[in-house]
Each structure stands twice: as C-alpha cells, then as structure tokens.
C-alpha cells in the first residue's frame, strides 16, 4: 500500500481544514487507516483511527468534536477534517494504514506527511 497525504496549509485559529490521504492497491478497505502527527522536538502522536469499513473510528481526547476521520473507499482515500483548529495543532500530518489498529506508531505503511500550521 502506497499512501500520499495532501491538503496541509497556514490557516488561523479557529479554522478548518481538510486532510485528505490517496492510497494505491486494490485491497485498501481491507486495511485500517490512521492519522498521527509531529510537532518539531515532540514524538509522533495519535490522531484519530477508522476500520476498514468506515464503521469504527476513535479520536484522541483533545481533538474529539473537532476532528473527524472519515474514508471513501470507492476511491481510496482518508480524510480527516479538521474544525476550530488551535495553534496546538501545528504539526506535519501523516496518514499510515495496517491491518490491526493502534494508537502508536507501529503501522506498517506511511504516507510522506503534510503541513499544518495554525496561527493565533
């Protein structure tokens, strides 16, 4: 499984965005799908996780009614969308997929990352 994130911007406090991950292989909905982030000197964090089928889905405290992960898998694609954004989401946004779910960074397959920097 090959992953490409997009969609990362400058946006000021309170805005939204929308992530969106492109993913190659004919098999994608069988696959977990995940959202993490990384801010400079910090470790890659847990955002939000969605099975295969769309049906299950967990965001981390902090980001819970604001952001939302969501698929398509008609085109292979993850989203996250991202509302009231706060400066404390600044971080480089990366996609990753297995085939079990976790809230650590032990996916087998990563996308290249995108920017988000939300100013105050």
């Known amino acids: 499984v090959q992953l490409q994130a997009s969609g990362g911007g400058l946006v000021q406090a309170g805005g939204s965005l929308r992530l969106s991950c492109a993913a190659s292989?004919?098999?994608?909905?069988?696959?977990?799908a995940a959202w993490f982030r990384q801010s400079p000197g910090k470790e890659r964090e847990f955002v939000a996780f969605?099975?295969?089928?769309?049906?299950?889905?967990l965001h981390r405290n902090s980001v819970k009614g604001r952001f939302t992960i969501s698929r398509d898998n008609a085109k292979n694609e993850v989203y996250l969308q991202m509302n009231t954004l706060k400066p404390e989401d600044t971080a480089v946004y990366y996609c990753?997929?297995?085939?079990?779910?976790?809230?650590?960074?032990?996916?087998?397959?990563w996308g290249q990352g995108t920017q988000v920097t939300v100013s105050s």
């Open positions: 969605i099975s295969g089928n769309g049906g299950n889905a």
């Open positions: 292989g004919d098999t994608f909905s069988t696959y977990w």
């Open positions: 990753a997929a297995d085939v079990k779910p976790a809230t650590t960074p032990q996916y087998s397959y």
